[in-house]
């Protein structure tokens, strides 16, 4: 089992709609989450971060994250053909000397006009 | 501001040939640096890290390798590549307080024939 699955996708969907991506996790240690953006080609972009449990909203993003049921989602309303990307999910428990991330699989996501 | 730059953006080599891959960081000191890879469908598998100067560790063994010559430069080598070595490999950097947030070079895929 990997330590953090995410739906590959892809996810087709129209402009203005409301975006739900999820991962889950099983590691009980983790406890940064992050998600990324990246277009085709490009590096991934950070575009949120939080730690433990609860809600991060940023603009149209916002973050989900429950512990409890070791699950992370990220919300994107109003949603823009720009938003078209891979967003990626990530993890950590933290206490290292450097970032020890762990990355789900990536969901492709098409905002379409 | 930080930034960093990873290059070749492209690169096709063929097999048996060797392999040097750079990165470079400005506007910050004593970054921790990464070499991850990207395979389609499958997050990101981080290779190396690095916490200071000549200091890398490797996550997974494999046919490459890495140096830190510089504070902010960090770079990726092989000395006979291999067809599975193919795929984008990213750049990534993090402040040594807050590892878990990490910042990504724009990527070099390489294509081994």
């Known amino acids: 089992q990997k330590e953090v699955e995410q739906d590959p996708g892809p996810l087709s969907v129209p402009e203005g709609a409301i975006v739900s991506l999820n991962c889950t996790y099983s590691n009980s240690a983790f406890q940064y989450f992050m998600w990324y953006r990246q277009y085709s080609r490009k590096g991934p972009e950070l575009l949120m971060y939080?730690?433990?449990?609860g809600n991060k909203e940023d603009g149209r993003f916002t973050a989900q994250v429950d512990k409890s049921s070791k699950y992370i989602s990220l919300f994107i309303r109003d949603s823009q053909p720009s938003d078209s990307a891979t967003y990626l999910c990530?993890?950590?428990?933290?206490?290292?000397?450097?970032?020890?991330?762990?990355f789900g699989q990536g969901t492709i996501l098409t905002v379409h006009p | 501001s930080q930034t960093i730059h990873q290059w070749p953006a492209t690169l096709v080599q063929p097999v048996g040939s060797p392999l040097s891959l750079e990165c470079t960081v400005e506007?910050?000191?004593?970054?921790?640096l990464y070499w991850y890879r990207q395979a389609a469908g499958r997050g990101l598998q981080l290779l190396f890290y690095s916490v200071g100067i000549g200091q890398i560790s490797s996550e997974v063994p494999q046919n490459l390798s890495a140096s830190r010559p510089q504070d902010r430069q960090f770079i990726l080598s092989s000395k006979k590549l291999l067809l599975s070595d193919s795929g984008f490999y990213l750049c990534?950097?993090?402040?040594?307080?807050?590892?878990?947030?990490?910042?990504f070079g724009a990527g070099t895929r390489l294509s081994v024939l």
């Open positions: 939080t730690y433990s449990s």
């Open positions: 990530a993890t950590s428990a933290g206490g290292t000397s450097y970032g020890k991330l762990t």
């Open positions: 506007g910050t000191s004593n970054p921790n």
């Open positions: 990534a950097w993090s402040r040594v307080d807050r590892g878990d947030i990490q910042y």
